[in-house]
Nanobody
């Protein structure tokens, strides 16, 4: 059972930046896909960004050009750098790990964009 622990988030002003971190309890070197999802009140959970084992990335259209996902295999950590934040980015952000036969979630971290 892989544990994913997220950190970062909190209250950010519109136009501001924040970085989320997700540290896994095991090596992520060979993990197929690591990703960040978010869920706003009353809405379904949606993919924000994902990064493959080979380093390919994928972003939701709503965050392209503003968010950057990266992974540090040596630290078993995936990051989500969020810039130019908007109120509509307010949500609980979840880290996700997908591999053959495995799908794990973090506990979520709240990001609130408000003045």
């Amino acid at each position: 059972q892989v544990q994913l622990v997220e950190s970062g988030g909190g209250l950010v002003q519109p136009g501001g930046s924040s970085r989320l971190s997700c540290t896994a309890s095991e090596s992520i070197f060979s993990i197929l896909v690591m990703g960040w999802y978010r869920q706003a009140p009353g809405k379904q959970r949606e993919l924000v960004a994902a990064i493959t084992r080979g380093g390919s990335t994928n972003y939701a259209d709503s965050v392209k050009g503003r968010f950057t996902i990266s992974r540090d295999n040596a630290k078993n950590t995936v990051y989500l750098q969020m810039n130019s934040l908007k109120p509509e980015d307010t949500a609980v952000y979840y880290c996700n790990l997908k591999d053959l036969g495995s799908n794990y979630w973090g506990q979520g971290t709240q990001v609130t964009v408000s003045s």
